[in-house]
């Protein structure tokens, strides 16, 4: 049996990644869940967002923050123009699934292409400080990551909740032909929903390029474990989500630390399968 | 006879591709050209259940793998010869595929995007299980000691021979599958799977043999990929590449025809190899990926798909009803059943849905022979009823007793078996199936049981008696509403039932056309089988019913000979409240 001390870092960097995982899922589940458009892109969009980040924070020098001012908006920007395309061409829930993994091998190959196969490390000053809390120490990025996480899964299910537009986009997605009827503009409201998600990649994209080493295979590595978050929070519930995220994590450093490494798939992928027999109906 | 001939002219094939090394063609021909096979075999086997079902799987890869290391681990470390290992990587990958179907499948409404990431999970945790089990332990497994049976005197060439053999065996598969009863009924599944399993299709078993076929083909492939690449590991072997590519082939090429998927392995295949290296490649990925979206856009049933619509345009300029008109005749009455015997008859039947009493203990008899009218408010459980007798919900308590046999624990499509077809109240037609194709999938796995030949006999005799001959070939979306509900009905009548439960047949009707169906429903009777009459039109529902049960709360409330019954109370009161009364 591990430590106290190496359980408890575990338990803090589970609750890290599952930060991020929760990240990465919440855009994911507001287009499933909303728009019924299962969007293997945005994976993609996310380390689109990192390599730029790296771009503009690392080679050309720019400060970390004016680089997220430019990504973020640039990034809603191409939401849209993808919920466009979508809607241009009516993709239903699985043909999505398929057009976005033909965006995903093309945004990979852009990446090849444009940044090369070889691993590329965003290399700042603010991304290594570490506080000691007790015998622990916390990453203070990965904090951040968390609490940005954490705060815009609340924000998402505020403006979900509370707000006019949230409410209309709630009607929709039960039924849009009803909604229309009550002078809700789907399509308008499926642009903005797009946007505000590939805006999400965007933001995940950046804490990815902070804290991690960028290479365009890792597109995929975290593709099954984040639909396992999404699919256990439930689709369009952004609290649902970081939570599941959490649980994932959590479950997934824990499995690190107390068994081996290489066993962590096991484990969210066993919760996925049980949620989808045992409960298929929540989905 | 015309299929001796094709089944002929692809064994030729077969045997030409076979024997290829014998001209000794340089090296590179042969290995591109087994890996054009071994992608049609992983795409043709993909599609078997996958392209025919409508259940998408992404767990393709799980299967192939399986077979990989279930070569590589039995012909390295047990010395088992190749040819034995590949038998056993093929029953190893069937057997995952059962098992995981087996539990996956039982799953009610499952829809098409969950079965295909929980078998895109199931990969992940294959993957996991043997990369750190003693199956493979990490490093990898190496096959270079392995050497298949001398086919050739090159290990090369007999690789690639093996490779054209599980690509024909799968083609030949996909084949035999399509135009089988499994593929009908696997085609019907695809559209309305409810429906296919209350027409009699054992949608159950058969998902379950299609993806033992499937996951078998795909494991003999992955085992004969094993010695062609000589050394394996989990991340190669597992990559989500392996699904993704054989979903990108299959629709490509069409997925509703066995010969689609072999086009797109083709063609996706030969463009991999056309740009190999550096910046190439990364091009070519690029370049499938912008395929793989302009295909869906564009031409969302693939090649094959294309072809056929445009196929059947061409074909469809000479009606086919002449020909069906051709075999006009008349079924005699079944006889030697007792005129009046009880039916059907449910003892006390209960089913809840989360508190709501949807059946609250309904006892009714249907005789031989009888029109029996169903009747009450919407919400009464009218349709619960159906939808228990035919067997697509589970009764809580109570029995239902069909010519001596207890329907209650048993599956859709055995009621369908004993003779009770139904039809449904906004009409289910299988989209894709044409009208002609839709009654005689009834006529094959309804209570008549036919052949293919004599099902669609069957199926053009229905089509007549509602008057749809002339559509036959038409797709359902070309019918108003009025031929939908016809089309229901001669769907109902080709399972050659007992018992047909029409659900408001009605409804939705303008006046003349109630009038024809009327008739129609008369003429039913007058030939023998007995009808359950849902109906609120009030006036048809006089006009033809010999008893009468008002349902109100899930409760019978009222039962008798029909003009005693419309006259009580309790009856008036549901239907028009209280005040009116």
């Not at chain 1, 720019?62 to 191409?78: D, E, K, S």
């Not at chain 1, 965003?122 to 968390?146: C, H, I, N, R, Y």
């Not at chain 2, 001796?4 to 290829?20: D, G, T």
């Not at chain 2, 550096?278 to 295909?295: D, H, P, T, Y």
């Amino acid at each position: 049996m591990p430590s106290a001390t190496l359980l408890g870092q575990s338990l803090l960097s589970g609750i890290f990644i599952g930060g991020l995982y929760g990240l990465l899922g919440l855009g994911l589940s507001l287009s499933w869940g909303y728009l019924r458009l299962i969007n293997l892109a945005h994976f993609a969009l996310a380390f689109l967002g990192a390599y730029l980040t790296y771009q503009l924070a690392g080679v050309a020098g720019m400060h970390i923050l004016l680089a997220v001012l430019i990504i973020v908006p640039a990034f809603f920007v191409l939401g849209v123009a993808m919920q466009w395309l979508f809607t241009r061409f009516s993709v239903g829930e699985f043909a999505s699934l398929l057009v976005s993994f033909g965006m995903t091998v093309i945004i990979e190959s852009a990446i090849q292409w444009l940044w090369t196969a070889d691993m590329r490390k965003l290399q700042l000053e603010q991304g290594t400080v570490s506080l000691q809390v007790g015998t622990l120490f916390v990453p203070v990025t990965e904090a951040l990551m968390f609490a940005v996480a954490a705060a815009l899964s609340v924000a998402t299910w505020a403006w979900l909740r509370f707000t006019y537009v949230g409410k209309a986009m709630r009607a929709s997605a039960e039924n849009p032909e009803i909604a229309a009827a009550f002078g809700v503009d789907h399509r308008r409201l499926a642009l903005l929903l797009s946007g505000v998600a590939a805006a999400y990649a965007g933001v995940a994209g950046t804490f990815v390029a902070v804290i991690y080493t960028l290479s365009p295979a890792q597109i995929f590595a975290w593709m099954g474990v984040v639909f396992a978050v999404v699919i256990l929070g439930g689709l369009g519930n952004p609290l649902g989500v970081l939570v599941a995220g959490l649980v994932i994590g959590v479950s997934e450093s824990m499995t690190m630390a107390v068994i081996a490494p290489t066993w962590a798939p096991l484990v969210s992928f066993t919760l996925l399968i049980l949620v989808l027999v045992l409960r298929p109906d929540r989905i | 006879m015309r299929w001796q001939y094709r089944a002929a002219a692809f064994v030729c094939v077969a045997a030409v591709f076979a024997a290829l090394p014998a001209f000794r063609p340089p090296a590179f021909v042969e290995s591109f050209l087994y890996l054009v096979f071994f992608w049609v075999a992983l795409a043709t086997s993909w599609n078997v259940l996958s392209g025919y079902s409508g259940y998408f799987s992404f767990g393709h890869g799980a299967f192939y793998g399986t077979g990989t290391y279930a070569t590589a681990v039995l012909a390295t470390r047990y010395e088992i010869p190749f040819v034995w290992t590949l038998l056993a990587a093929g029953l190893m990958a069937a057997l995952l595929g059962v098992v995981i179907g087996a539990v996956v499948f039982r799953v009610r409404r499952l829809r098409g995007e969950l079965f295909a990431l929980l078998t895109l999970a199931v990969t992940y945790v294959v993957a996991t299980i043997v990369l750190n089990t003693r199956i493979d332990g990490g490093p990898g497994v190496f096959l270079s000691g392995v050497s298949p049976p001398k086919l050739y005197p090159n290990a090369g060439s007999t690789i690639y021979v093996f490779g054209v053999g599980i690509a024909f065996a799968s083609l030949a598969t996909a084949w035999a599958v399509q135009y089988s009863r499994l593929g009908r009924g696997l085609f019907a599944i695809h559209d309305d799977e409810d429906v296919a399993e209350v027409l009699g299709v054992p949608t159950f078993r058969f998902k379950l043999a299609a993806l033992a076929l499937s996951s078998f083909l795909a494991g003999v492939a992955g085992g004969i990929h094993a010695l062609f690449v000589t050394y394996v590991t989990v991340s190669e072997t597992f990559a989500v590449t392996v699904p993704v590519f054989v979903i990108l082939m299959s629709v490509l090429g069409g997925a509703r025809h066995w010969l689609g998927p072999a086009i797109g392995a083709a063609f996706i295949t030969a463009l991999s190899y056309a740009f190999v290296s550096g910046e190439s490649a990364v091009a070519s990925r690029a370049l499938i990926g912008l395929i793989l979206i302009l295909v869906i856009l564009f031409l969302p049933h693939g090649v094959m798909g294309f072809a056929a619509s445009r196929w059947r345009l061409f074909r469809q300029r000479p009606p086919e009803s002449d020909r069906v008109a051709a075999t006009p005749q008349e079924r005699p009455a079944a006889p030697g059943r007792a005129a009046g015997a009880v039916l059907l008859s449910c003892d006390n039947v209960r089913l809840g849905f989360r508190g709501v009493q949807a059946l609250a203990g309904v006892s009714l008899e249907v005789r031989e022979g009888e029109i029996l009218g169903l009747v009450g408010p919407n919400g009464s459980g009218k349709s619960t009823l159906v939808n228990a007798i035919s067997g697509y919900y589970r009764p809580d308590f109570g029995r239902i007793l069909f010519a001596g046999e207890d329907l209650v624990k048993k599956d859709a499509h055995r009621i369908a078996r004993l003779g009770v077809a139904r039809t449904y109240q906004i009409p289910r037609p299988f989209l894709r199936l044409s009208i002609l194709e839709n009654v005689a999938l009834a006529a094959t796995f309804g209570a008549a049981a036919l052949d293919r030949k004599a099902a669609h006999r069957e199926a053009g005799h229905w089509l007549r008696f509602v008057g749809l001959a002339e559509r036959s070939p038409a797709l359902p979306s070309e019918l108003n509403l009025h031929q939908r509900k016809f089309l229901e009905l001669a769907r109902a009548l080709a399972c050659r039932p007992r018992l047909v439960l029409l659900d408001e047949v009605l409804s939705g009707l303008t006046p003349a056309e109630i009038t024809s169906a009327v008739a129609l429903v008369r003429e039913i009777r007058r030939r023998g089988t007995t009808i359950v009459f849902i109906e609120h039109n009030m006036r048809a529902v006089l006009e033809l019913v010999d008893s009468l049960v008002v349902l109100n709360y899930g409760e019978v409330i009222a039962q008798g000979l029909p003009r005693e019954v419309v006259r009580q109370q309790d009856v008036v009161t549901a239907y028009l409240g209280a005040a009116h009364a």
